[in-house]
């Protein structure tokens, strides 16, 4: 049986578990970037042999206390957010725990947790609302990514790059929620009709994530 894990694990896995406040934010990007935005079945199957207890007793309210600190707020993010779409890839279960990481930011955000992490943590603490399909959401997460990119060209110019890139994939969601209330590439997955118009954006480039 695997040992539990902590909080400090769930975070060492997903930065590194060399990550300190000084890291550099383009290297560490760079080095992780593989496992945050690839697609890779043996990496799925890491993260659920490694953490799915941990993602449904996040569920189960048993973790309450790790919401009690930052950086604890910060790994259950990444339990109910993250985890989810590699252990249950596409599949309609990869979304059931959106509303609890959505809950889970913005009680962060209203006791002003996100200002107490790194930038790429800050990343991650805004993806709830990034794939939220609510409007109000979406402007929300916009807001807040052009707040980091503004703060990161004046305060580490080297990385600016990397965050306005964060920032226009927060601009392209938000793009598809204000046009059609909802990502249509999760139509299929969730059963739910597309439109024709919806059929036809599927065929463009960037319409899916």
């Not at 760079?30 to 079945?41: I, M, N």
């Not at 509303?99 to 603490?125: I, K, M, N, T, W």
């Not at 597309?194 to 480039?205: H, N, Q, V």
Request: proline share 3%; net charge negative; aromatic share 12%.
């Amino acid at each position: 049986m695997m040992a539990a894990e902590t909080i400090a694990s769930v975070l060492a896995f997903w930065f590194g578990a060399d990550i300190d406040a000084s890291s550099d934010a383009n290297t560490v990007a760079g080095r992780q970037s593989g496992l945050w935005w690839g697609k890779d079945a043996a990496v799925d199957q890491t993260i659920k042999t490694r953490f799915e207890a941990s993602l449904l007793a996040a569920r189960d309210n048993k973790l309450d206390d790790w919401a009690e600190t930052p950086a604890g707020l910060l790994a259950l993010i990444l339990l109910l957010d993250q985890f989810p779409r590699n252990i249950y890839r596409d599949k309609a279960t990869a979304f059931d725990f959106d509303e609890l990481a959505r809950q889970c930011c913005h009680l962060g955000l209203a006791q002003g947790y996100d200002q107490q992490l790194s930038p790429l943590q800050r990343v991650f603490f805004y993806l709830p609302l990034e794939h939220s399909e609510d409007i109000d959401d979406q402007e929300h997460c916009v807001q807040l990514f052009r707040a980091l990119a503004k703060q990161m060209a004046k305060d580490d110019p080297a990385s600016r790059e990397t965050f306005d890139g964060y920032l226009k994939f927060a601009d392209r969601h938000h793009a598809i929620i204000a046009r059609f209330g909802r990502f249509p590439h999760r139509n299929a997955i969730l059963g739910r009709a597309s439109t024709a118009e919806e059929i036809a954006f599927l065929k463009e480039p960037h319409s899916s994530f």
